[in-house]
């Protein structure tokens, strides 16, 4: 399984509003593509949402995922509520 922590900067005051679309309509297009989904958490003094996903086959399906109408219908929505997107793949070290 590959994993990926996403760190979003979200607009003051649209933290509500953004945890309820990513539960509404990001999340549920993120499973039927296949991902798990660990998370997700607020930092609230620095107004970020984290959260980590992951896929067996992770580039194809985030390919298939950002291609798709669903995912494409969301684009216009996402600047109303985040000033930053980082993404970084991650490595296991094992435990």
Do not use: C
């Given at each position: ?21 990513w ?5 549920p297009?993120?499973?039927r ?11 609230h ?10 896929h067996?086959?992770f580039s194809?399906a985030?390919?298939a995922f ?18 930053k ?11």
């Open positions: 399984m590959q994993h990926q922590l996403r760190i979003y900067q979200v607009k003051t005051g649209r933290m509500d509003d953004w945890v309820e679309m539960r509404s309509d990001v999340l297009i993120r499973r593509f296949g991902f798990s989904v660990l998370g997700p958490w607020i930092i003094d620095e107004s970020r949402f984290v959260w980590i996903v992951g067996d086959n194809e985030n390919a950002y291609d798709s109408p669903e995912r494409t219908a969301l684009e216009p929505q996402i600047p109303k509520y985040l000033d997107v980082e993404a970084w793949m991650l490595d296991s070290v094992g435990v």
